[in-house]
Antibody
Framework: QVQLQGSGPGLVRPSETLSLTCTVS????????WSWIRQSPGKGLEWIGH???????TYNPSLKSRINISVDTSKSQFSLKLASVTAADTALYYC??????????????WGQGILVTVSS | EIVMTQSPATLSLSPGERATLSCRAS??????VAWYQHKPGQAPRLLIF???TRAPGVPSRFSGSGSGTDFTLTISSLESEDFAVYYC??????????FGLGTKVEF
């Protein structure tokens, strides 16, 4: 059974960098894409970006200038860094596994979500 | 970017009743729509992909239909554990893949 567990600080100050890590257990990271998805208060789900196990990344154009997603398969982890955060980045952040080939993907396993609040 | 519009926002039903949830895409997504169930404090759960294929372990009371721009998730007879928020997602044209705002099924 695939399990994803996100971790990271719940409070980030405006203009700083949000850093989250997702640890994958129960399945090897190889041959899959791994995504970050967020849900802002009162809003729907927003796909942030994904990383292939090789390290190849694709980002949502709306956030592309501020995002970095990386993978460390030796630790079964992938990570999100979001720079220059504002209150608009306050959200529940989910990590998830893609099913598909990076083109027609949906998400078959999700972590429980990390609530990140941006506030001074 | 494809916009996914779900209706209604809230569906008030009782156990045993039939739930019909709608999702409309701003352009054709063929049959590439997934549905998720989300309960507070839990990870979202994949129910349906490819418009009508149930994910492993999903009960048969959940069914999906549609193609092109109009899609439906049907729960044939609601059980207590089915009260949750349901999201649709297009997985035809991406990235970015896009989700609807959700339908809350409440008792």
């Amino acid at each position: 059974q695939v399990q994803l567990q996100g971790s990271g600080p719940g409070l980030v100050r405006p203009s700083e960098t949000l850093s989250l890590t997702c640890t994958v257990s129960g399945y090897a990271m190889s041959t899959y894409y791994w995504s970050w998805i967020r849900q802002s208060p009162g809003k729907g789900l927003e796909w942030i970006g994904h990383v292939y196990y090789t390290g190849t990344t694709t980002y949502n154009p709306s956030l592309k200038s501020r995002i970095n997603i990386s993978v460390d398969t030796s630790k079964s982890q992938f990570s999100l860094k979001l720079a220059s955060v504002t209150a608009a980045d306050t959200a529940l952040y989910y990590c998830a596994r893609n099913r598909g080939s990076g083109v027609r993907d949906y998400f078959d396993y999700w972590g429980q979500g990390i609530l990140v609040t941006v506030s001074s | 970017e494809i916009v996914m519009t779900q209706s209604p926002a809230t569906l008030s039903l009782s156990p045993g009743e039939r739930a019909t949830l709608s999702c409309r895409a701003s352009q054709s997504v063929n049959r590439n729509v997934a549905w998720y169930q989300h309960k507070p404090g839990q990870a979202p759960r994949l129910l349906i992909f490819g418009a009508s294929t149930r994910a492993p372990g999903v009960p048969s009371r959940f069914s999906g239909s549609g193609s092109g721009t109009d899609f439906t998730l049907t729960i044939s007879s609601l059980e207590s554990e089915d009260f949750a928020v349901y999201y649709c997602q297009q997985h035809d044209l991406g990235p970015p893949w896009t989700f609807g705002l959700g339908t809350k099924v409440e008792f």
